[in-house]
């Protein structure tokens, strides 16, 4: 049977799945990574001195959302994020979710785009050897998010220790969903992490998308062909391996 969950932070989940009521549970903070003002289609820009948990005084930056983070809690943005972070740890069940219809670039040309499209890449200038988003606990949440990745690493890193106790660091049971991985070495890369979903996704842009590949995974994954076609996966597929 489809159910509709009508959540707190003004999104349709058509899911039937307990996700709609984990959202219930925490705090929703939204992040506007348009900082400058335009009285008619921009009237509250993001600023990080900013409560978060609005859009009339939303972050600015998705490192000022990470901060004030409690497990549970989501993520709504708008706008080109341009950082490359690391989750925070013991911080589990968060949801990162893009808002517009479909991913695509948060371009200002033509005027307007970057105001209702949901964009993470690298910064314009500084960027490092890194992911733009290390995954650390487990039970994160990606949806509806363009990423365009650094040519070095993946867009997002699903990565997993040794560690014991309030030291292990694991990303399992994350969901990937209805993202688009435009560009970059590598969409996913995942570090025998276990029961991932990675549902409906867009991977590679034609002629400019990975240097590497769209899932890369380590500790006996199933190999695919390295490719920059656009591969359009549903339900869990498999690993690729370099």
Known sequence: MLHVFKVTDERML???????????????????????FD????????????????????????????????????IVFTGKVREQLITPVN???????????RPHH???TPAGGQYAQATWTTPAAGA?????????????RFENILFAGPTDHACLWLFRDAGAGDLERDASHASI??????SGQDGIWVTEVFDIAIEGNLFGNGASGFTGFAILGVAGSRRRPRTSTPLMWSDRPPMCGR
């Open 39 to 74: 009285a008619t289609v921009n009237p509250f820009p993001g600023v990080d001195t900013h409560s978060g948990k609005s859009w009339t005084k939303a972050f600015a930056t998705m490192s000022k959302a990470f901060s004030v983070l409690k497990s549970g809690d989501t």
């Open 106 to 108: 948060a371009d200002a």
């Open 128 to 140: 490092t050897t890194a992911a733009l988003c290390k995954v650390l606990q487990q039970g994160w």
């Open 91 to 101: 911080i589990f069940d968060i949801s990162v979710i893009g808002m517009g219809n």
């Open 177 to 182: 969903r209805n993202c688009r991985f435009a």
């Open 14 to 36: 058509i899911d039937g799945s307990p996700s709609a009521m984990r959202t219930l549970r925490g705090t929703t903070y939204y992040v506007n990574a348009n900082t400058t």
